[in-house]
C-alpha cells in the first residue's frame, strides 16, 4: 500500500445511509432492484470501498433498518420529529452523527441516500480523497453534481397571484434564449455527500443560501452525468438499465431472488 493511501486510511471515515419510511411511492427504499432491495446498492457502493470502516444507517422504518442491517450497518432510529415529510434531512444527519460519535470519533461523514443506486465505489473514494486534498480550510464538502442547462435558474418563471409568470431571478441584463450562451449551472445529484464533521457540527453557526447547511460554506462539485434518485417507476427503470449497463455487480451480502 502506497504512502497516498495510507494518509487517506489516517482519517477516522463513516459511511451513513439516509431514509425514511414515508414517501409517496410506497416502501421505495427497499423496493427490490435486479433481486436487492434498493438501499442495498448504495451500501455494497461503500462497503467496496477501502477508506471507510465504520457503516450507520438511520430511519424511522424497521423495514428499511433491517434491510441495512443484512448489508453490515449498525441501525439508528430516527425520532419522528427527524422523520416527517417537512423535516430537514441536515437535522437527521446531525442527530445521527451525535449518535455516532458515542462510538467514537469522526472525521468525514459520506452521506448516503437510500434511494438512489446509481453510484460507484470510485465516486465515493474520489469524493474522500478530493475533500482530504483541499483540507477543511479550503473544502466543506464534496458533492456530486451534474448541468443541467435545461433548467437553468436564469430561465426560471414562478406564477404570481394574478396567475402571470415572471422570471424566478431577477436580472437586469439581457438573457439569452440559447443554453449554450448561459453560464453553466450545476444541480447536486443527492447520491452522496463527503462532508466533513466539523461543518455537520458547525452546520447552524452561519446562515446560508442553500438548502443544505451541514455540507458547510465551501462546497466542491464532482462532475457526474447525474443520478437516478428514485421516486416513481419510470426512476426504477432508468436505474436498473444503469446498473446493467455500466457492470455493476449485484449486492454479495446477501441471499437473492432467482
Known amino acids: 500500500m502506497n504512502d497516498s493511501v495510507l494518509r487517506y486510511k489516517d482519517f477516522k471515515i463513516v459511511s451513513l445511509i439516509i431514509g425514511r419510511g414515508g414517501s409517496f411511492l410506497k416502501d421505495k427504499n427497499i423496493l427490490k432492484i435486479l433481486g436487492s432491495p434498493l ?6 457502493a461503500a462497503i467496496k470501498s477501502s477508506l471507510i470502516s465504520r457503516y450507520y444507517i438511520s430511519s424511522d422504518c424497521e423495514k428499511i433498518l433491517n434491510a441495512g442491517q443484512l448489508a453490515g450497518y449498525k441501525k439508528i432510529r430516527r425520532p419522528s420529529v427527524l422523520a416527517s415529510g417537512n423535516a430537514q434531512s441536515c437535522d437527521a444527519v446531525l442527530h445521527d452523527l451525535q449518535e455516532i460519535e458515542l462510538e467514537g470519533a469522526v472525521d468525514i461523514v459520506v452521506v448516503q441516500h437510500a434511494n438512489v443506486a446509481t453510484i460507484k465505489t470510485e465516486m465515493i473514494d474520489d469524493c474522500i480523497k478530493i475533500l482530504i486534498d483541499k483540507g477543511p480550510e479550503k473544502c466543506s464538502a464534496v458533492i456530486p453534481s451534474h448541468e443541467c442547462s435545461e433548467y437553468h435558474p436564469l430561465r426560471a418563471q414562478k406564477i404570481e397571484k394574478d396567475g402571470i409568470s415572471v422570471p424566478y ?12 450562451d448561459l453560464p453553466k449551472a450545476i444541480f447536486f445529484d443527492h447520491s452522496f455527500w463527503a462532508v466533513w464533521s466539523s461543518s455537520i ?3 447552524h453557526c ?21 443520478c437516478f434518485d428514485i421516486h416513481n417507476l419510470e426512476d426504477i427503470q432508468k436505474t436498473k438499465e444503469w446498473i446493467i449497463n455500466n457492470h455493476i455487480k449485484k449486492p454479495e451480502f446477501i441471499f437473492h431472488d432467482n
Not at 438501499?39 to 455494497?44: E, G
Not at 431571478?169 to 449554450?180: D, L
Open 206 to 226: 452561519n446562515p446560508l443560501n442553500h438548502p443544505w447547511p451541514c455540507m458547510g460554506q465551501k462546497i466542491v462539485p464532482y462532475i457526474t452525468e447525474g
Open 201 to 203: 457540527k458547525n452546520m
Open 169 to 180: 431571478v431577477k436580472n437586469t441584463n439581457p438573457i439569452s434564449a440559447n443554453r449554450q
Open 39 to 44: 438501499l442495498q446498492w448504495t451500501a455494497s
